[in-house]
């Protein structure tokens, strides 16, 4: 009897992991939500830096070609 209750107890400790482990990934993002969350920040950046190397840079490098 001593042996079912520390098999018992080991399992149910192995169920409230499993449990956490659950829990936690259902928190976790997905990776197609990763991916837009860098492609938020990462678009917009590239778009601004464009419009600074187009608008400032774009310029002097005409003229110091010619």
């Known amino acids: 009897m001593e ?3 520390e ?3 080991r399992l149910r400790t192995v169920e409230n992991a499993v ?3 659950e829990t936690k990934l259902d928190h976790m993002p997905t ?3 990763m ?3 860098v492609a938020a920040v990462v678009v917009p950046v590239a778009g601004a830096l464009w419009w600074v190397v187009q608008t400032y840079l774009g310029p002097i490098l005409e ?3 010619s």
């Open 63 to 65: 003229k110091a070609a």
């Open 19 to 21: 449990t956490r482990i």
């Open 35 to 37: 991916w837009a969350a």
């Open 31 to 33: 990776t197609l939500q």
């Open 3 to 5: 042996k079912l209750n």
């Open 7 to 9: 098999i018992d107890g």
